[in-house]
C-alpha cells in the first residue's frame, strides 16, 4: 500500500472485503437509475422498479425466455463456426508465407468495413432468417480473431523456437510444441474480442429486421414505447455480455496462468 | 599469437572451423561479420570467447549451432559438417529461452521427448540434471515463478539432458546481477570438472572468461576475425580463490588491454 489510510473510516475500508464492494456499488447504481427516472428524463428512462416487473411479466408469459434464446442461438453460432475457421486460418497465414501473402491484404481491408454495412447485402441474399444473422456474426468475428490469432503466431518469440531446434525441434514439432502452446493467450484474447464483436452485430441484424430476438424485442417495445422493456433488454444484452466474458477470463486464468504478464 | 592456437592439445579435435565468412545483406550494403576465421576446438575443450560488440562472435556461434550457413568456408564436429541444428549442439540463450507453459521438468524433458526416450528413463535423466543444478524443489514450478538466475539454471540443465556433443553458450549470465553471476559461474565450473564436455562460451566479461576457459579466444570488430587465442594454464579445480591469484589477474591483465584495444578499434 502506497498511502496508510489514517482515518477511522479508512481502516474500515482497508479491512472490507471485495464482495462487499461490489453490492454497495450494484445498490449505488441503482439508486443512481431510480433517482434519473424520477427526474423528467423518467418520460424516456423507466426506473428500475418498472424494469423489474417487466421482467417478471416478460419472464412469466415466456416471452424473455424466446427472444434470450433465440440472440443465444445465434450469437453462439455464428461465434462458434468463426473460432473454427479463424483458428486454422490464422495458423496457416502465420506458417505459410503463400498464404499470408494472398489473404493478409483482403483480411486487412474488410475489418475496416463495419458489418452494419453489409447487413442488407447479406440479408437480399439469405433473407431475413436465421441463416442471415449467423452470417453476419460469423464474418465480423471472424475478421475480428483472425487478425489476432494471426498476430500471435506472427509474435511467438524466435529465440523459443531456436531454443527448440537446437534441441532436435523439426517443423512438426515446432508447430505443435512451440507455435501451438505459445500462440494459446492470443486465442483466447481473440476469442473474447470475437464474442464483443458477436454481440455487437447481433444486436444491429436483429435490429434491421427479425421475427424473435432481444433485438427485435427493443425495437418493438420502442415503437409503442414501452421504455420498461426496452431498458430490460438493454441489461439482459449486457448480462449475458458479461457472463460470457467472465467464462472466457476464467478460462484464460485456468488454462494459461504460465503467462509472465497476461496480455490483456 | 598464431603459434598458440595451433598448439597441439592432448585430445581429439572436435570441432574445426575452416575459413569461414559470413556476409549479413542489410539496407546499407553488405556487412562482414565475420571473416577469414579458423579455430580447432580439443574434445572436453572450453573455449572463453570475448571481443567488442559487433565482433561476430555470435555469428560463429549461430554458425556452430547450425541456426546460420557460412557464406564460405566449413565447419566439421567429429569430421561431419555441419549443415542445420541438431540436439549433439546444445545452445544456452542469454534470454534463457524457457518455454513458459511448461514446467521446469517439461522444459527439460523438452529434448529428450523429441529423441522419443521411455518416459521412465526420461524422468530419471531429468531428475538427474534438475538436482545438479540444485533446482529439486521447483521442478513442478512455471518459469514465471522462478528467478532469472534459477531460470539460467533451467536452460543449462535442458541443455545438458540431451547429452549433446559441444555445449554453445551465448552470455549465459550476461542479465544476472554480480552475485548470482559468481555462484553460477563456480557451478557451471564444477559441472564441466565432474562431466567433461566441449564448451564454446561467449562473454563480455574478462575475468569470467579466464576463470572458466581452458583457451581465451580474442576477437576483433569490423570485419569480425580472430585476434588472438591465449592459454589459460590455471590448474583446476578453479574456485573463488583462484580469482584472488596473481597469476589470475596477470592474465587477466593481459587479455584485457588486448580486448581494450579492439574496443578502441571499433569505436573509430
Not at chain 1, 453462439?76 to 475457421?85: K, M, N, P, S
Not at chain 1, 435490429?207 to 420502442?222: K, P
Not at chain 2, 549433446?164 to 544476472?176: I, T, Y
Request: proline share 4%; glycine share 8%; hydrophobic share 45%.
Amino acid at each position: 500500500m502506497i498511502n496508510k489510510p489514517t482515518t477511522k473510516f479508512g481502516q474500515i475500508v482497508e479491512k472490507m472485503d471485495g464482495r462487499v464492494f461490489l453490492l454497495i456499488s450494484l445498490i449505488l447504481g441503482l439508486l443512481t437509475w431510480q433517482a434519473v427516472s424520477m427526474t423528467s428524463a423518467g418520460a424516456v428512462f423507466a426506473g428500475p422498479v418498472d424494469t423489474f416487473q417487466a421482467f417478471v411479466k416478460e419472464l412469466s408469459n415466456g416471452k424473455l425466455l424466446q427472444h434470450t434464446y433465440a440472440s443465444l442461438y445465434r450469437v453462439l453460432g455464428g461465434f462458434v463456426l468463426a473460432i473454427v475457421i479463424a483458428i486454422p486460418v490464422a495458423f496457416m497465414m502465420g506458417w505459410y508465407k503463400i498464404c499470408r501473402v494472398l489473404v493478409e491484404p483482403w483480411i486487412q481491408f474488410l475489418r475496416t468495413i463495419p458489418p452494419i454495412a453489409y447487413i442488407p447485402l447479406v440479408i437480399v441474399a439469405q433473407g431475413v432468417g436465421e441463416s442471415a444473422k449467423i452470417t453476419v456474426i460469423f464474418v465480423a468475428s471472424f475478421l475480428v480473431m483472425v487478425v489476432s490469432i494471426y498476430q500471435g503466431v506472427r509474435n511467438v518469440d524466435i529465440t523459443l523456437i531456436k531454443a527448440s531446434r537446437v534441441l532436435g525441434a523439426r517443423d512438426r514439432d515446432i508447430f505443435i510444441r512451440v507455435i501451438i502452446p505459445a500462440s494459446f493467450p492470443f486465442i483466447l484474447v481473440a476469442l473474447r474480442l470475437g464474442l464483443s464483436a458477436s454481440l455487437t452485430t447481433l444486436i444491429a441484424a436483429e435490429l434491421t429486421g427479425a421475427q424473435v430476438g432481444l433485438g427485435q424485442m427493443i425495437q418493438e417495445a420502442s415503437m409503442y414505447f414501452r421504455m420498461e422493456i426496452v431498458i430490460l433488454g438493454i441489461v439482459v444484452i449486457g448480462i449475458i455480455g458479461f457472463v460470457l466474458d467472465k467464462t472466457l477470463l476464467f478460462l484464460e486464468r485456468k488454462l494459461a496462468g504460465w503467462q509472465e504478464v497476461r496480455s490483456v | 599469437m598464431a603459434g598458440s592456437a595451433e598448439r597441439i592439445m592432448s585430445g581429439q579435435p572436435k570441432v574445426i572451423v575452416n575459413g569461414v565468412k559470413k556476409v549479413f545483406q542489410s539496407s546499407r550494403g553488405e556487412v562482414i561479420a565475420l571473416n577469414n576465421t579458423n579455430l580447432t576446438i580439443h574434445n572436453n575443450e572450453f573455449i572463453c570467447v570475448v571481443g567488442p560488440s559487433g565482433c561476430g562472435k555470435t555469428t560463429l556461434l549461430n554458425i556452430l549451432a547450425g541456426l546460420d550457413e557460412p557464406t564460405l568456408g566449413e565447419v566439421t564436429i567429429d569430421g561431419k559438417s555441419i549443415h542445420g541444428p541438431s540436439s549433439e549442439r546444445g545452445v544456452v540463450f542469454q534470454q534463457y529461452a524457457l518455454f513458459p507453459w511448461l514446467t521446469v521438468r517439461q522444459n527439460v524433458e523438452f529434448g529428450l521427448r523429441l529423441k522419443k526416450i521411455s518416459k521412465g528413463e526420461r524422468k530419471s535423466i531429468a531428475e538427474k540434471y534438475i538436482e545438479s543444478v540444485g533446482l529439486k524443489d521447483f521442478a513442478n514450478a512455471f518459469p514465471k515463478e522462478l528467478s532469472g538466475g534459477m531460470k539460467q539454471r533451467v536452460a543449462i540443465a535442458r541443455a545438458y539432458a540431451v547429452n549433446p556433443k559441444l555445449l554453445l553458450l551465448d552470455e549465459p549470465f550476461g542479465a544476472l546481477d554480480a552475485q548470482t553471476r559468481t555462484q553460477l559461474q563456480v557451478e557451471l565450473l564444477k559441472t564441466w570438472e565432474k562431466e567433461q564436455k566441449t564448451c564454446f562460451f561467449i562473454t563480455h566479461d574478462v575475468e569470467e572468461a579466464v576463470l572458466l576457459a581452458s583457451r581465451v579466444v580474442v576477437m576483433s570488430a569490423r570485419p569480425g576475425r580472430i585476434k588472438t587465442i591465449i592459454d589459460i594454464d590455471l590448474k583446476h579445480p578453479r574456485t573463488q580463490e583462484t580469482r584472488m591469484s596473481k597469476e589470475f589477474n596477470d592474465i587477466k591483465n593481459e587479455i584485457w588491454s588486448q580486448v581494450y584495444e579492439e574496443y578502441l578499434e571499433a569505436k573509430k
